[in-house]
């Protein structure tokens, strides 16, 4: 696999962030310098459980995800107050609204040409669908 | 610094899918004929905005490409980059090098030849403004990433689509009245309303279009200005300001405030000594037609939240009380997007000297430009005035 791909693993498989030692700021990903002037940052691991920020629905995609249209994007607010941005997976557009709540979970994101990788990452899904 | 005035505008004949000129022959044409309207036969140095050449025309090394195609080989010449504020970046580099004293003449202009790729070549060329690992990986579109701006306004502020469709509305209003522009048709809400659906509640006539175009200004000490305007108005650059904000949107803590516009705009008022009251028009970037809303509250024409009122009540109208996009904007003159931002220049000279014909705002003796990349991780804004 890539290493453009390998190295976001950390991020995309498994949520990991960072979080600046001197503010509490989050980052995601983890930086090397905090707005507040700190370069002291430790590791840290993201809720996986927030709600829906803001939306839309993507009626014209890219072409790796063509064949997912339409699909549901949105920015998705944590438990923690850290904001992302990731697919809804399997939603239909009316069921989700600003405030609706999700769980972050590990899904295929897309899969790049016949001979490409198939891409992973975070998607937010409804809580009807969470066990 | 000493001040820096605009002697030279100058803009291809149409924008849009111009099949027959190329990248090079698109810049070298504004270039040339914002040289030949400054009435000056040489230039210092040059600054060349431009987003991606390379993913839309694969070239790069802009600096040389077109210092050698002016036929100027030798001359300093750079590109700027700053996505879809590369043109206004390129202006306000320009804009330095004058206002210091290194040099005394210097053209800045923009281009994008867009239309050599297709809709999803397009499509990812521009997605590579916003942020690559963290938002375009996820299958986010640049529509969609406005989209959920518009989302957010209009869930805090009760703004609608049809607030929306009457930026649309507007902005093709003044289009028609301007000869470059590429899509110079008039539309309706109801069209607005029904044409489809890109990212919701973005139509694709609440976008602006893909397009070839350029746009260039020339540039020098006031000194030398007066030397050369003779009975035409003499246009300065009064303010200049520039700002970053985050590259992902989902970063900021407020999700339709334009942090990168309100700071660049303080910045260029307090340069200027004016503010909002003193300014009688406008060029803003309405990539789409949320944005044009967002901005004018970010430059402080209205109040937060209350942007989306503005064009049905023909506030920012041509007559209103601030005319917004006269040129018809991205919206309907088109947007090539390294271009944008000196075109807007171009736009605010054209008012200023009292040659807009019929979209003119009667006795307009301040402008203000303002240029933004991605979606609004930088901003350039320019005031200009009559001398």
């Known amino acids: 696999m890539p290493a453009g791909y390998t190295r976001e693993i950390p991020q995309r498989y498994r949520l990991e962030a960072g979080k600046c030692k001197k503010c509490g700021a989050v980052h995601f990903p983890q930086r090397l310098a905090c707005a507040c002037g700190s370069k002291d940052t430790e590791p840290y691991v993201l809720p996986s459980t927030g709600k829906i920020a803001t939306y839309s629905v993507v009626r014209v995609g890219p072409s790796d995800f063509m064949d997912l249209v339409p699909y549901v994007v949105a920015v998705v607010e944590l438990d923690d107050g850290t904001k992302l941005t990731c697919q809804v997976a399997d939603a239909a557009p009316e069921e989700v609204s600003v405030g609706t709540p999700v769980t972050l979970e590990f899904r295929k994101v897309n899969q790049v040409g016949g001979h490409g990788i198939i891409k992973y990452g975070y998607k937010a899904v409804l809580d009807r669908f969470v066990e | ?387």
């Open chain 2, 1 to 387: 610094m000493r001040d820096v005035a605009i002697i030279g505008v100058g803009l291809n004949p149409k924008w849009g899918e111009l099949w027959d000129k190329s990248l090079r022959t698109l810049f070298a044409e504004a270039a040339l004929a914002a040289i030949e309207d400054a009435g000056v036969d040489h230039v210092d140095s040059m600054y060349v905005g431009c987003m991606t050449s390379g993913l839309f025309a694969g070239q790069e090394h802009l600096g040389s490409l077109m210092a050698d195609y002016l036929g100027q080989p030798g001359l300093p010449a750079t590109r700027v980059e700053s996505a879809c504020a590369s043109g206004g970046a390129a202006v306000r580099s320009a804009f330095y090098e004058v206002a210091s004293g290194a040099s005394d003449i210097v053209l800045a202009g923009g281009v994008e030849k867009m239309t050599d790729v297709g809709g999803d070549g397009a499509t990812y060329a521009l997605s590579t403004a916003a942020d690559a690992d963290y938002e375009v990986y996820h299958g986010v579109t640049f529509p969609a990433l406005y989209a959920m701006m518009a989302v957010d306004h209009m869930n805090r502020f009760g703004t609608t689509s049809e607030d929306l469709a009457n930026v649309a509305v507007k902005n093709h209003n003044h289009g028609s009245m301007n000869p470059a522009a590429q899509y110079p048709f008039e539309v309706t809400v109801e069209q607005v309303l029904g044409s489809v659906m890109v990212a919701d509640p973005l139509h694709i006539l609440d976008c602006s279009p893909i397009t070839d175009g350029a746009a260039a200004v020339v540039l020098c000490s006031m000194d030398k200005a007066k030397e050369l305007a003779g009975d035409r108005p003499l246009v300065k650059i009064a303010g200049v300001g520039a700002a970053t904000d985050t590259i992902a949107l989902h970063q900021r803590p407020d999700l339709s405030w334009l942090g990168s516009t309100e700071k660049a705009a303080k910045t260029a008022f307090e340069m200027a000594g004016v503010g909002p009251d003193d300014i009688d028009f406008a060029e803003v970037h309405d990539c789409f037609t949320i944005a044009e809303i967002m901005v004018i509250e970010a430059l402080g024409f209205v109040e937060r939240g209350k942007g989306g009122a503005a064009a049905r009540d023909g506030l920012t109208a041509l007559g209103g009380k601030i005319p917004v996009n006269t040129s018809g904007g991205l919206k309907s003159k088109g947007h090539p997007v390294g271009a944008t931002g000196a075109a807007q220049i171009v736009e605010g000279v054209t008012q200023l000297r009292g040659e807009a014909g019929d979209r003119q705002v009667e006795g307009a003796r301040r402008g203000i430009t303002q240029n933004m990349g991605g979606t609004g991780g930088s901003s350039v804004v320019h005031v200009l005035e009559v001398v």
